[in-house]
């Protein structure tokens, strides 16, 4: 996707002159990190069952695909997904102080804190669970932990406004009786890649929300979906092989594409959006009202002013009913235990093809072209 944007756009002319110098390769991640090392009960899991193989060979992976309906295994991948969820819950009291239960769906965004990457939609939907809840409209809502965490590059105060606007609502919300054991939302407090070794065995749900056009291929995602989260996300960076991989069914797909996105610049008209949704107004109600900043007037006026934006290139309001319809779907999913659990082990076992052994052997044999160092 975004090498033919770069071939379309940036690098028109020279993609023009030298088409035959433009490939892609799409980046990876190790497994011997991202499943081995930090998620060491799944992987020994795995190698019970089909062996290790997986460690130098992530498409061995694939022969997990015939246990996904086994209802003993199930059962087990359930259990160390649980054990995780416990030790990353108890990880998140001792730095925030917030008792959390594992037995909660634990819905996870962790990334650089960017508008683009828009965990200001996530926090849109944390508040109108928060007022579901709140009129009494909440009883077919899954107990949900929203986690996002990441840092702001120094001189970014949006990104900043946006931490503030997380830790505020977070605030209320887990501070409100009404919302106990049903919805809490945290900040992961310094954010790194040590904490990641932590949170992407225990979580759940991988939010993966960029506008469309964006994310040229992070790789947070294929961390997740290598330790068994499902994908909520836009057909964005490695969220469209992602996609491809393990099927539209184990995926939760919204928002807008690249060409819809393009279609909509010019005549982009946020406020239309919001007063059409009943659902969008009554959260942007929440947020000008001081719901989440009594005692700070107008603090977060420049994040309103941005959702109302018709100029907003990341287009936030644009993609708020689809997201909000897509998360439904998710909750539902994950209330039937035995699907979800196949869903996961399901996205465990497409995961090969993201492995940096293929990115390198793709780069070896389209650019570099050496050959094999013999072993020893």
């Known amino acids: 996707l975004h090498s033919r944007l770069l071939r379309e756009g940036l690098f028109k002319d020279f993609a023009e002159l030298w088409p035959e110098r433009f490939n892609n390769k799409t980046n990876g991640v190790t497994q011997r990190r991202w499943l081995a090392a930090c998620n060491p009960e799944l992987g020994s899991l795995i190698s019970k069952r089909i062996g290790d193989a997986w460690k130098t060979d992530l498409d061995e992976l694939e022969g997990l695909k015939p246990f996904a309906d086994d209802a003993e295994f199930q059962a087990k991948w359930r259990a160390v997904k649980h054990a995780n969820k416990a030790r990353l819950a108890t990880d998140l009291e001792k730095r925030t ?44 809502l899954v107990p949900r932990l929203i986690i996002i965490g990441g840092k702001a590059a120094p001189g970014y105060v949006m990104a900043k406004n946006i931490i503030k606007c997380i830790n505020n609502v977070a605030r209320v919300i887990n501070r409100d009786p009404a919302m106990q054991d049903r919805l809490q939302l945290v900040f992961y ?23 469309a056009g964006k994310e040229a291929s992070g790789t947070g995602n294929m961390k997740f979906m290598m330790n068994g989260a499902i994908t909520i996300g836009t057909l964005d960076g490695a969220n469209v092989e992602i996609r491809e991989a393990v099927g539209e069914e184990n995926f939760f797909l919204f928002g807008n594409t690249v060409e819809e996105i393009e279609a909509l610049r010019g005549n982009y008209n946020p406020q239309a959006i919001i007063d059409a949704d009943p659902d969008f107004t009554r959260v942007m ?51 039937d235990e035995a699907h979800w659990t196949r869903m996961s082990i399901l996205n465990t076992a497409h995961s090969g093809r993201f492995s940096t052994d293929r990115t390198m052997r793709d780069y070896n044999d389209d650019i570099w072209k050496l050959g094999a160092i013999p072993e020893e």
């Not at 939907?125 to 009129?135: F, G, K, S």
């Not at 990641?196 to 960029?210: G, H, N, R, T, Y």
């Not at 107008?298 to 309001?317: H, R």
Request: charged residues 25%; proline residues 3%.
């Open 285 to 335: 109600d929440l947020l000008q009202s001081g719901q989440f900043n009594h005692f700070e007037p107008g603090i977060f006026d420049t994040i309103i002013q941005s959702i109302k934006e018709p100029a907003d290139l990341w287009m936030t309001a644009a993609d708020f009913r689809s997201f909000i319809d897509a998360q439904e779907a998710a909750g539902a999913a994950y209330k």
């Open 97 to 140: 102080g917030l008792s959390v239960s594992a037995d909660m769906m634990f819905d996870v965004q962790v990334k650089r804190i960017h508008e683009y990457k828009r965990q200001l939609l996530n926090v849109l939907h944390a508040i109108h669970l928060y007022d579901r809840i709140r009129r009494g409209d909440g009883d077919g």
């Open 189 to 211: 407090p310094d954010y790194n890649v040590s904490a990641m070794e932590k949170i992407c065995p225990a979580a759940d749900l991988s939010e993966q929300v960029s506008t």
